[in-house]
C-alpha cells in the first residue's frame, strides 16, 4: 500500500504527477486561497507525508493529530511556521528548500531597494493618476545608490548574493553576523562591523537574516534612532525581525527616509496596515523568490524531499535530528 501525501496548495502537475509514483497524493487544488484549518486537521489524521507552504502553521497541537506522519516538507527556506521540537520528538522529518532561490531572491532584494531609493511605485502612481503636468527640479526626487554605504545584517547565502551586486554600484559594504566570514571579506571588499556602527554609518540597511527567537524585533525604536535621517531599511528575511510599530513611527516622525519591505510580521497583511499607508514604503506581498524557473525548482526539491523520506532515506535538506540507524 502506498503512503498517503497532502499537498495544501495547487502546485504544477509534473511535480504532482512525480510524487504520485510513490505515494497517494491528495491535494487542495485551490492556488490562491490557503488550507482552512479545520479541514487540514481532518486530513493530516490519515497522511504520512505533508508537502506544505510557509502559510500553513505546523504547530504542535496539528502535529499531535497525525499519528502517521513521517516528513514535513516546506516549500521555503524559513520553517518558523513549523514546531520543528515536537516534530523531532516525534520522529518526523521537517526539510526545507534552501539554496535554490538564492540569488532570486537577492535580485528582488536589490529591485526593492532601487524602487524605495528612486521612488518608483510612488512615481508610477503619480504619473497614472494624471498628476504630471510639468518638470520640476524637485519632483520625486530620491536618494543615490551609486558610491553610498549598505550595510548587510546577516551574511548567509543570500546575504552573500546581496554583496556581490553591490559591486556594480561602487557601493561600500558593511556588514553584521553572528560570526565573521573572513572569506567574504577577502572576496568583496567587505568590512565586519558591530551593529551600531553598521546601522549608524549606513545609508540602505538591509535585512536578510533568519527568523530566529535571537533575531526577533532585532530592529526596534532604539535601533531606528541611530541610523541616518536619510537611510533606508529594506526586509526580505521575516517580518517580526523588525518591530512594525516601530517602523511606522520613525517613518511618520522622519527618523529615517523610507523602507522596503516584502514581509510581514503578519501574512497576508491586512489591507488597512499603518505601512501600507505611508508614501515612503514600497511594500511586496512576499515575492522575494517569485521567479518562474525559481518556484519551480523549489516545488521540485520539497518533493524530492518528500520522496526520499517516505522512503526511509535521508532527505537533501533536513533540518532536524532524527535518527537513520
Known sequence: MKPKVLITRKIAEPIIEKIQEYADVD??????????????????????????LITESIDASLIDKAPNLKVISNMAVGYNNIDVDTATKKGIMVTNTPEVLTETTADLTFALLMATARRLVEASDFLRDGKWETWSPNLLTGQDIYGATIGIIG?????????????????????????????????????????????????????ITPYTAETKNLITAEQLKLM?????????????????????????????????????????????????????????????????ATRMKMAELAAENLILALKGEKPKHLVNKIDFS
Open 27 to 52: 491535494v487542495w487544488d485551490q492556488e490562491d486561497v490557503q488550507i482552512p484549518r479545520d479541514i487540514l486537521e481532518n486530513k493530516i489524521s490519515e497522511i504520512d507525508g505533508l508537502f506544505c
Open 155 to 207: 551574511m548567509g547565502r543570500i546575504g552573500e548574493a546581496v554583496a556581490r551586486r553591490t559591486k556594480g554600484f561602487n557601493m561600500n559594504l558593511l556588514y553584521h553576523n553572528r560570526s565573521r566570514k573572513p572569506d567574504v571579506e577577502q572576496e568583496l571588499g567587505t568590512t565586519y562591523v558591530s551593529m551600531e556602527t553598521l546601522l549608524s554609518e549606513s545609508d540602505f540597511v538591509v535585512v
Open 228 to 292: 541616518k535621517k536619510n537611510a533606508i531599511l529594506i526586509n526580505t528575511a521575516r517580518g517580526g525581525i523588525v518591530n512594525e510599530a516601530d517602523l511606522y513611527e520613525a517613518l511618520v516622525n522622519g527618523v529615517i527616509w523610507g523602507a522596503g519591505l516584502d514581509v510581514f510580521e503578519k501574512e497576508p497583511v491586512p489591507a488597512d496596515h499603518p505601512l501600507l499607508t505611508l508614501p515612503n514604503v514600497v511594500t511586496l506581498p512576499h515575492i522575494g523568490s517569485a521567479s518562474i
